[in-house]
């Protein structure tokens, strides 16, 4: 009863709901609807107003945040050969990016100079601990790692350690024409060679494209940019890989016999100025740091020499041009000895009386050539010396290149301009004496000499192709005489030339042997060799300059540099498959490896053109020999030229290359070879 009375007063307690109340909870409602109404009309007319009167400044300033240029970096293009084998190429590679303070607060500052010098121990040791002691959480190392180089430090899991793709120049070739190509700095621009020479045309132009950045991630609005846009002009060289092979083997054999300060060796194509070669030694390999400056040096364009008595071609032409002389018309040679001024005599190597102007060339006369230099007069050599291009820059792509030296000739004494007439008292460039020799080979006509064949873009179209304008310099019955008596320089007992005799052809040359000039006059036992010659003589496909700087245990330019000639020019022939002019039936042309810079890095000392002998005073750039292991060897048929010795490299084997095209045969199967293994791969046209 109790339980019961309790409940009802509670609920006496809960007062009713009032009528007056209800109406309250109404009118809320009401304003809050009232307010949620006005909020969305609100944001609707700021919506409108957005996307109307203010949307173009609400744009602009989303797409100052957002919208960025999307960049696709320059791609420098690539130096090919005559044939299209790569000479110079970008390289997808790695760089390695460190933080210093925490490697250093880990303490792994040897641990990663030990990891980088077992990877690459060409690296400065010197340099990565400076770069570990800066103060700074970020370091990008200069040193350019391959997939392989990457994968081995990573395993070393060494803290504060990172990499980043980049961008290498490499020369897969090595030292094979490296004066020519020259190299990059490290700024991507070229700094030597043809790098420099046609930089602009090489270098490439950074590709731009709108694109949409947030959370990380990118919208290209127009696409990726066309890499064709970023990369450069490919440049075709007129550079043979297989006759500057030959080249350079044989610059070290000539280096290895005589221990020059420099040498030269030019093989360029008569009819149109093309150098199909050009070597010197010292050299470098582009692919690494120069130790001396003079190294990249090129001596054939930059080096000015007297030139001796390979200008007395020149002197004899111009005297037969002008009817000054006649081929058979003898001259009196003094017996060797001629005070030619009451101060000056003029000596003879080989003394002789009478002689014919053939003669006189054959055994190379001073006192006759310039007794023939004394019917022209002093203004008259001068001018045919000038039409001859000495005393000018000769119009080659390759920077550096010198005039020479030429004095005008008011100011040549008596006996200056007898110096003159037999190459001294002057000096010019191994390429400008090989050009000017070229126009007595070209019938008389001249061609400025080049390396580049042409430029094109990146799909392959022509930007520029070098188009020759000859320049007649003789009548071609001159030209021809000329030649003619060049020939009994090689051919015959009197001349000085035997030792540049090819088997099977007939040799026009020059032998030269300048003595250089000292501090008072010119110093005893030191002299410039040279022998210049065109094969096969009647029908000249190329003049090859062999030109030698101070060489030991010799200084006469039959002697020194004629044999070279001889060697190179049997090689050259049989390469280009010229008809013997005996008839004979020319042997095959031999292998020749134009050998991959790996391959060389690898196998060390197996291919004899990335192996330089020492000169006096350097360090040779040969490698020691390294244990054989075992290799796979694949399959290259079907591929180019440049992607089997690039596979092969790659494979430490070396390559010997047989004809040209593509890849039909090779005479070791693909499988297991030992490394270092020599594969005669045949190539021929593609059908």
């Known amino acids: 009863m109790s339980e019961k009375r309790g409940n009802i007063m509670r609920k006496n307690l809960i007062p009713a709901p009032m009528a007056s109340d209800m109406r309250a909870v109404g009118r809320r409602a009401s304003l809050v609807g009232a307010a949620i109404c006005a909020a969305l009309v609100g944001a609707g007319v700021k919506a409108t107003r957005l996307a109307t009167v203010e949307h173009e400044a609400y744009a602009e300033q989303g797409n100052r945040q957002q919208l960025r240029s999307f960049k696709l970096a320059a791609s420098r293009g690539e130096i090919v050969d005559r044939d299209f084998m790569t000479l110079a190429v970008d390289d997808r590679v790695h760089k390695i990016a460190i933080n210093p303070r925490l490697v250093r607060a880990r303490g792994a500052e040897e641990a990663l100079v030990e990891a980088v010098l077992e990877i690459e121990p060409d690296e400065s040791a010197d340099y990565l601990r400076e770069e570990i002691a800066k103060d700074k959480a970020y370091r990008l190392l200069r040193l350019p790692l391959s997939d392989a180089q990457v994968k081995a430090l990573q395993s070393k899991g060494i803290p504060g350690v990172s990499f980043e793709p980049s961008t290498a120049r490499v020369y897969p070739r090595g030292l094979l024409a490296s004066h020519v190509l020259g190299r990059v700095g490290a700024q991507g621009s070229g700094t030597a060679g043809v790098e420099l020479g046609l930089d602009m045309q090489l270098r490439g132009r950074e590709a731009l494209s709108p694109a949409y950045f947030a959370a990380g991630k990118k919208l290209l609005v127009d696409g990726v940019p066309d890499p064709g846009v970023a990369r450069g002009d490919t440049v075709v060289l007129t550079i043979d890989s297989q006759i500057q092979a030959m080249v350079e083997e044989e610059i070290n054999t000539l280096v290895r016999q005589w221990k020059p300060a420099g040498t030269s060796i030019l093989v360029l194509d008569p009819r149109n100025g093309e150098i199909l070669a050009m070597a010197n030694r010292p050299t470098y390999d582009p692919n690494h740091p120069v130790e001396r400056a003079h190294q990249t040096q090129n001596l054939a364009v930059q080096a000015a020499y007297e030139p001796g008595s390979t200008l007395k071609a020149v002197t004899v032409a111009a005297a037969l041009e002008l009817g000054a002389v006649r081929e058979n018309e003898t001259f009196y040679c003094e017996k060797g000895r001629w005070k030619y001024t009451p101060r000056n005599t003029i000596h003879d190597a080989h003394p002789a009386e009478w002689l014919t102007v053939t003669e006189i060339l054959a055994a190379s006369s001073n006192i006759c050539t310039t007794k023939i230099a004394d019917r022209l007069g002093k203004q008259t050599l001068s001018k045919w010396v000038k039409k001859f291009h000495f005393g000018e820059r000769p119009g080659v792509q390759l920077p550096g290149a010198t005039a020479g030296i030429l004095a005008p000739p008011e100011k040549w004494s008596d006996i200056q301009m007898a110096n003159i007439s037999f190459g001294q008292g002057m000096a010019a460039s191994p390429l400008q004496v090989t050009a000017a020799f070229a126009a007595l080979a070209n019938d008389g006509v001249y061609h400025d000499p080049t390396v580049v064949q042409k430029i094109l873009d990146a799909r392959g179209g022509s930007v520029w192709e070098h188009a020759p304008e000859g320049e007649r310099l003789v009548r071609s019955a001159t030209a021809k005489t000329v030649m003619r008596m060049l020939e009994d320089v090689v051919h015959t007992d009197l001349g000085t030339g035997e030792n540049a005799h090819v088997d099977g052809y007939r040799v026009a040359g020059k032998t030269s042997t300048a003595q250089k000039a000292g501090t008072r006059g010119y110093a005893d036992g030191m002299y410039y060799s040279s022998f210049i010659g065109a094969l ?48 004979k039936t020319p042997p095959p042309p031999k292998p020749v490896v134009v050998a991959a810079k790996e391959m060389a890095v690898e196998l060390g000392v197996l291919a004899d053109i990335d192996v330089e002998p020492s000169l006096p005073g350097e360090r040779g750039s040969g490698t020691a020999d390294k244990p054989r292991v075992t290799t796979g060897l694949p399959d290259f048929t079907g591929m180019t030229l440049a992607q089997a010795l690039d596979l092969a490299g790659r494979a430490h084997v070396e390559l010997r290359a047989v004809g040209s095209g593509v890849a039909v045969s090779q005479d070791v199967p693909p499988g297991p070879v030992e490394s270092g293994r020599v594969v005669q791969v045949v190539f021929a046209p593609k059908k």
């Open 536 to 583: 096969p003589a009647r029908a000249p496909r190329v003049v090859i300059l062999v030109s030698v700087d101070l060489p030991e245990g010799a200084h006469y330019g039959g002697d020194v540099a004629a044999p070279s000639f001889a060697r190179l020019g049997a090689q050259i022939m049989t390469h280009l498959g010229v008809p013997r002019d005996d008839g």
